[in-house]
């Protein structure tokens, strides 16, 4: 499906956090914490941008990440706080406890990549969630470049990481310039190829920077899969959970076809107290 690990986007942790260092999803995902008023595990952390700041407000939490660099930067920044960092795969972990949040954000759902690995990382959450605890996560809501909902907005637009459009474009779009953490000004633009039979969006980004009279270029790829609406419904429906809200963007805005994301928070399946008597 792809021929690569899908992480080249995050083996440089330091600029990883110069190019985002914002604090989308701070307020929500501390406010789910605040609600379940328990331990907390977040799933795909990367260097601790959002659980971080939930670990200073005094909640125990616990960050798991596939990448080694990404939880020593973590560790690094959070000196001194409640805060356990674990490697390991989404898929397949097991920490031998419960949770009262389990979260994923940054748009992590779409790493994974088939149904399989959906549903694997699902039957983890699953297992490690309290009763009463709360799942959420968000991913980008799927647009057609055709569809009257469909924006139009370049690489370099804030607005192109929330609306991005199921098509294949070759040519190079110029993004957002940065100085990373040697103090270079780097360009950086971006081709991608949608794949419609696997719902897959590959990326790929050029890193573009100068020393003296020469031009250094660095290549990272990165692919994510669109799961729509009803899609995701059913899928968290045959693995156990229940969707309580969902919503379309950040100011908890209702989901529509012209909103940026699907923002979900879900709860374990309640149990049945009295199964039904099979009958002749």
Not at 81 to 102: C, H, T, Y
Not at 135 to 159: I, V
Request: hydrophobic share 35%; with cysteine.
């Amino acid at each position: 499906m792809i021929d690569h690990d899908n992480l080249e986007e995050f083996a440089d942790p330091l600029n990883y956090d110069i190019e985002d260092s914002s604090n989308t999803g701070v307020a929500f995902y501390t406010a789910l914490a605040k609600e379940t008023g328990g331990s907390v595990l977040e799933i795909a952390c990367g260097t601790g941008r959002v659980c971080i700041p939930i670990a200073q407000r005094g909640f125990t939490v616990t960050g798991l990440d596939i990448v080694p660099g990404m939880l020593e930067q973590a560790r690094r920044k959070s000196v001194g706080l409640s805060i356990r960092w674990v490697e390991g795969d989404a898929r397949n972990f097991d920490l031998g406890e419960q949770f009262k949040l389990i979260f994923l954000t940054g748009n992590a759902f779409q790493a994974f990549l088939t149904r399989a690995d959906q549903e694997a990382l699902l039957h983890c959450v699953k297992k490690h969630l309290y009763e009463d605890g709360l799942f959420a996560f968000e991913t980008r809501n799927p647009r057609w470049a055709k569809s009257p909902y469909a924006r139009q907005t370049p690489m370099s637009s804030p607005e192109q990481g929330l609306f991005t459009l199921l098509e294949t474009r070759d040519e190079e779009e110029d993004g957002p310039g940065c100085t990373d953490s040697n103090g270079r000004i780097v360009q950086v633009s971006r081709t991608q190829t949608y794949n419609h039979v696997a719902q897959i969006l590959h990326w790929k980004r050029y890193w573009r920077w100068q020393e003296g009279e020469k031009e250094h270029t660095k290549v990272t790829r990165i692919a994510v899969r669109f799961t729509f609406p009803q899609e995701l419904e059913a899928l968290l429906h045959y693995n156990g959970f229940t969707i309580l809200r969902q919503y379309g963007d950040w100011n908890l805005e209702p989901l529509t076809g012209s909103s940026p994301s699907i923002i979900s928070v879900c709860r374990k399946k309640r149990r049945s107290k009295h199964p039904q008597m099979r009958t002749a």
